[in-house]
């Protein structure tokens, strides 16, 4: 009888025993990722969109009085808020051209060194 269990025991595979006698480490079990499709990004970037909006109006709402601006010889007298907020979308504007020109130029050397690349391939 002790040899069918002596057979059992010999054809399990434990890993082995740690140096130090403890039991050997366990493997994480896999985590489940939830599902990310378009509509849920969607769904994201308007809940994210409609809080700037809030916090946007909140700002203009405590920021309504008026202030007189100069720029390069125009005079205008617009609300804080407003005033504010085309000095942020001008900064935005200015940081994407330039961000734009820049990935422009990076692509047209790319494009230059590929056909160097190909043109130093090609079999005379």
Do not use: C, W, Y
């Amino acid at each position: 009888m002790t040899e069918p269990a002596a057979q059992h025991a010999s054809t399990t595979t434990l890993p082995p025993a740690s140096a130090n006698g403890s039991a050997p480490p366990r493997q994480p079990a896999p985590r489940r990722r939830g599902l990310h499709t378009r509509i849920s990004g969607m769904h994201t970037a308007l809940i994210v969109g409609i809080a700037a909006l809030i916090v946007v109006l909140i700002f203009i709402i405590q920021n309504a009085h008026a202030v007189n601006i100069s720029f390069l010889g125009a005079h205008l007298q617009l609300s804080l808020a407003v005033a504010l907020l085309l000095a942020g979308i001008a900064g935005a504007l200015i940081t994407a051209a330039a961000g734009t020109a820049r990935i422009t130029q990076l692509r047209q050397i790319m494009r230059r060194d590929r056909r160097k690349s190909n043109a130093g391939n090609q079999p005379s």
